[in-house]
C-alpha cells in the first residue's frame, strides 16, 4: 500500500492527465473516477488524522483531559 503522500501526488497526476485536452475522452472518465475515489479514501485517511491529533490535544477519547506530571520539580 501507497504511503498518503504518494497516492496524494498519483491524484495530482491524474488531475494533470483529466485537463490534458491530448487525452481520449475514455481516459480521462477513467483517470477522473480513479481520482475521485482516492481522493475519498485520502479525505477518510485525513479524518482519521485529525481525531488523532484531536485526541492528543485534548485529552483521551472519553472527553477527560491530563495534565502531564513531568515530576521535574518534585519538593522544590
Known amino acids: 500500500m501507497k504511503n498518503?503522500?504518494?497516492r496524494l501526488?498519483?491524484?495530482e497526476k491524474l488531475?494533470?492527465?483529466v485537463r490534458r485536452s491530448d487525452v481520449p475522452l475514455s481516459d480521462a472518465l477513467?483517470?477522473?473516477e480513479e481520482g475521485?475515489?482516492?481522493a475519498r479514501s485520502l479525505e477518510k485517511e485525513l479524518e482519521k488524522?485529525?481525531?488523532r491529533i484531536e485526541i492528543?490535544?485534548?485529552g483521551d477519547d472519553?472527553?477527560?483531559v491530563e495534565k502531564p506530571e513531568l515530576e521535574l520539580f518534585n519538593g522544590a
Open 4 to 6: 498518503f503522500e504518494e
Open 9 to 11: 501526488e498519483h491524484l
Open 15 to 17: 488531475g494533470e492527465q
Open 30 to 32: 477513467a483517470a477522473f
Open 36 to 38: 475521485v475515489k482516492l
Open 49 to 51: 488524522i485529525e481525531g
Open 56 to 58: 492528543l490535544v485534548n
Open 62 to 64: 472519553t472527553g477527560k
